[in-house]
């Protein structure tokens, strides 16, 4: 608890009170070096970053439908999409797994120790700014210990309400409505108060009945040489979802030389679970299950330059869950149905100190604690409770064209659970180092890198659900190294572009992995002794504008190469089959979209590509997942009626009605559209 001791006598230390005025490196290409470390760190947890993440700004938010859509045009990310609207969708970045992957609102995570895995369909778009996504290490000024934890950062960064003529409120009402029965009301209100402090609230429903058709077939080879089968067309259901999500924000004066905001929020949801498809005597068992959850949070942030040398920043969070499962067995209708209850109570504080020593040295220190507690009405149950500790460390030095950051973080993890009727306890505590550097000759070309050990402790439903835990799970321990060059080829005249190129190594020791058994509930965890990926990422972004039309397009290419290495080279013709591409993992993968906007008018095309998959690290062809890609289209229209702001957007996904699965016997939906109009009071 050195660093802990260490802040708190920054903190209670009487010193002079000046503004701050030193640059920092920038993010966000659109805003200037120049920009003071407070201006920066008010208006983006990312900004100051030392290497540039992939991201997607607001304009183009508003050609997506969702953050899961958006996440997908990253290179280098496969999304878990079990179908659907309200289907679970998560994150997997570098072949890491979606708990590698830290998922941040205003630079606090959204987690706990019940699930890794966030499930990105439950925020909507409408109060995000920005998506950023960081492959391997942020390093930016005042970040929290935690930051330093994950082997991948997904950052949602909230927009700020703006005032337009003097006014001191905004009101926009939505409508959307579209494929699968699916309607989708919001209504947000923003008001400024004399003081500068901004208030926003917004409210979204979405009601769905999830049902879409799509395409099955079996055919066999018989002894006798006969191939028989089917060839059908079933309807999915019992994928119905209705949810509730409220969210409320309260901004700093933009005047005051300290920066906060608090953030409250609130989903529910009550959804059908419908299932792997998969063949059994007598026909095809339809899941009848259910689950119900409510997730809320309260979260604050405050930074504040206190000197010439130093800056500091609190956050704080707590958290609550509750999760109601209905588990209908299919083959046994005579059964009563079993019901799972299960509620996580969260508790986050941070504290974190920055010092500028001299013109080229920064210094970043930070400590975070949070205790998570699992409580269930079940026989038996272990009632686990883990108290967390991270302290970190960071010096950060840059001179001319060289910048480089050295951090060492420390984790320190104490459970406590109940075995044999006994309170019983185990203690983790793990060092992770890690290196950053970029080097920028000119303002065109940069190269960066970074070499960085992650430790990922399993999860309570990794060790404790009942039906789902196992209690013999190893932590995951993973190395990363990138070397990444970035090259503006065009720039002036209306012409931008540029390319982006990454080669990385992962190596994993004891991978957690988790696949479905017989619905979203229930799941399978095991460890892979070591798992080494190799893979590249090339992205090229292109744009060209004239008078009033502006064009462009991305291509995004990614080459993972996962395999799991636990066991022995087999000997020739021996029939064995291993260090095969881990389960989900596409060998090759790659998107593509144009545009076109003009006069208020937008046109978005993207392009999805996946290679095939296998559902074991045995890539044998009965474990084989095909290769899939779909075509998605975008429209938008915004005008101005009477001083009001009127949109309309219409989304069109899957038009060429691919009959494909992401996961395993989860069909994904065909051609389906969303329509939706908005206005602002």
């Known amino acids: 608890?050195?660093?802990?001791?260490?802040?708190?006598?920054?903190?209670?230390?009487?010193?002079?009170?000046?503004?701050?005025?030193?640059?920092?490196?920038?993010?966000?290409?659109?805003?200037?070096?120049?920009?003071?470390?407070?201006?920066?760190?008010?208006?983006?947890?990312?900004?100051?970053?030392?290497?540039?993440?992939?991201?997607?700004?607001?304009?183009?938010?508003?050609?997506?439908?969702?953050?899961?859509?958006?996440?997908?045009?990253?290179?280098?990310?496969q999304l878990r999409d079990y179908g659907g609207i309200g289907g679970l969708k998560t994150v997997n970045v570098r072949s890491l797994g979606s708990e590698h992957t830290g998922v941040f609102?205003?630079?606090?995570?959204?987690?706990?120790?019940?699930?890794?895995?966030?499930?990105?369909?439950?925020?909507?778009?409408?109060?995000?700014?920005?998506?950023?996504?960081?492959?391997?290490?942020?390093?930016?000024?005042?970040?929290?210990?935690?930051?330093?934890?994950?082997?991948?950062?997904?950052?949602?960064?909230?927009?700020?309400?703006?005032?337009?003529?003097?006014?001191?409120?905004?009101?926009?009402?939505?409508?959307?409505?579209?494929?699968?029965?699916t309607w989708s009301p919001r209504l947000s209100w923003e008001h400024l108060f004399k003081d500068g402090v901004s208030f926003r609230i917004g409210g979204e429903a979405v009601a769905t009945d999830g049902k879409y058709r799509f395409h099955v077939s079996d055919?066999?080879?018989?002894?006798?040489?006969?191939?028989?089968?089917?060839?059908?067309?079933?309807?999915?259901?019992?994928?119905?979802?209705?949810?509730?999500?409220?969210?409320?924000?309260?901004?700093?004066?933009?005047?005051?030389?300290s920066s906060w905001n608090i953030h409250a929020h609130m989903y529910d949801s009550e959804r059908g679970l419908p299932g792997p498809v998969y063949k059994k005597e007598g026909g095809y068992p339809l899941s009848e299950d259910r689950q119900s959850d409510l997730d809320a949070f309260l979260q604050g942030r405050y930074s504040l330059p206190i000197s010439k040398v130093w800056s500091i920043a609190a956050r704080a969070k707590l958290a609550f869950s509750h999760l109601?499962?209905?588990?209908?067995?299919?083959?046994?209708?005579?059964?009563?149905?079993?019901?799972?209850?299960?509620?996580?109570?969260?508790?986050?504080?941070?504290?974190?100190?920055?010092?500028?020593?001299?013109?080229?040295?920064?210094?970043?220190?930070?400590?975070?604690?949070?205790?998570?507690?699992?409580?269930?009405?079940?026989?038996?149950?272990?009632?686990?409770?883990?108290?967390s500790s991270w302290s970190s460390a960071s010096a950060s030095y840059g001179a001319g064209t060289f910048e480089v950051s050295a951090t060492m973080l420390f984790l320190d993890v104490h459970d406590t659970f109940l075995s044999g009727g006994e309170r019983s306890s185990a203690r983790r505590n793990v060092l992770m180092p890690s290196l950053v550097a970029r080097w920028k000759p000119s303002g065109r070309f940069s190269l960066d890198g970074f070499v960085k050990r992650s430790y990922r402790m399993p999860t309570f439903n990794d060790l404790y659900y009942t039906t789902v835990g196992s209690k013999t799970l190893d932590p995951e321990d993973a190395f990363?190294?990138?070397?990444?060059?970035?090259?503006?080829?065009?720039?002036?005249?209306?012409?931008?572009?540029?390319?982006?190129?990454?080669?990385?190594?992962?190596?994993?020791?004891?991978?957690?992995?988790?696949?479905?058994?017989?619905?979203?509930?229930?799941?399978?965890?095991?460890?892979?002794?070591?798992?080494?990926?190799?893979?590249?990422?090339?992205?090229?972004?292109?744009?060209?504008?004239?008078?009033?039309?502006?064009?462009?397009?991305?291509?995004r290419y990614t080459y993972q190469s996962a395999r799991d290495q636990s066991v022995p080279t087999p000997p020739a013709n021996s029939g064995s089959v291993d260090k095969g591409q881990i389960p989900y993992i596409p060998l090759h993968s790659g998107s593509a979209n144009l545009f076109g906007e003009a006069d208020g008018w937008r046109m978005d095309v993207t392009l999805f590509m996946t290679g095939e998959r296998?559902?074991?690290?045995?890539?044998?062809?009965?474990?084989?997942?095909?290769?899939?890609?779909?075509?998605?289209?975008?429209i938008s229209k915004s005008l101005s009626i009477g001083g009001r702001d009127l949109s309309f957007k219409l989304s069109l996904r899957n038009l060429l009605d691919e009959q494909y699965e992401i996961v395993d016997n989860y069909p994904m939906p065909g051609f389906n559209f969303l329509l939706k109009v908005e206005a602002t009071l």
């Not at 190594?505 to 460890?527: D, E, G």
């Not at 798992?531 to 008078?547: E, I, P």
Request: glycine residues 8%; charged residues 20%; proline residues 5%.
């Open 324 to 387: 109601e499962y209905v588990d209908v067995p299919e083959f046994r209708p005579d059964l009563s149905a079993a019901h799972f209850n299960y509620r996580n109570h969260s508790a986050y504080v941070s504290a974190a100190a920055m010092a500028r020593l001299g013109s080229h040295f920064r210094l970043n220190l930070a400590q975070d604690l949070q205790y998570d507690y699992l409580d269930a009405d079940l026989m038996d149950f272990s009632y686990p409770g883990r108290l």
């Open 219 to 257: 055919y066999r080879l018989y002894p006798d040489g006969t191939v028989a089968g089917y060839d059908t067309t079933m309807t999915r259901r019992n994928g119905d979802l209705r949810s509730a999500r409220l969210d409320a924000r309260l901004y700093s004066s933009p005047d005051t030389r």
């Open 480 to 555: 990363q190294s990138d070397l990444g060059a970035r090259w503006t080829v065009l720039a002036g005249s209306g012409h931008s572009l540029q390319v982006n190129a990454d080669v990385y190594r992962n190596i994993l020791k004891n991978k957690i992995i988790a696949v479905p058994t017989s619905n979203q509930f229930r799941w399978s965890m095991y460890n892979i002794g070591k798992v080494a990926v190799l893979g590249a990422d090339l992205v090229a972004d292109y744009s060209f504008r004239t008078g009033k039309l502006l064009m462009g397009g991305t291509a």
């Open 614 to 634: 296998f559902t074991t690290s045995a890539n044998l062809p009965a474990y084989r997942i095909a290769p899939w890609q779909t075509l998605d289209a975008t």
């Open 105 to 181: 609102i205003d630079g606090i995570q959204v987690d706990n120790a019940q699930n890794m895995q966030v499930d990105l369909g439950r925020f909507g778009l409408e109060d995000i700014r920005s998506v950023s996504l960081f492959s391997g290490q942020k390093v930016s000024p005042l970040q929290s210990a935690k930051e330093y934890s994950s082997a991948s950062a997904l950052y949602l960064e909230s927009a700020e309400p703006v005032f337009k003529d003097g006014s001191r409120n905004n009101s926009t009402v939505s409508l959307g409505a579209g494929s699968f029965g």
């Open 1 to 77: 608890m050195l660093l802990s001791a260490l802040l708190s006598l920054l903190l209670l230390s009487p010193v002079p009170v000046v503004r701050q005025d030193q640059p920092a490196p920038e993010c966000h290409p659109e805003r200037s070096e120049g920009s003071d470390t407070l201006k920066a760190s008010r208006v983006s947890s990312t900004a100051g970053c030392l290497i540039v993440p992939q991201r997607i700004e607001s304009h183009e938010l508003q050609t997506v439908s969702g953050i899961s859509e958006a996440v997908r045009r990253f290179a280098g990310v």
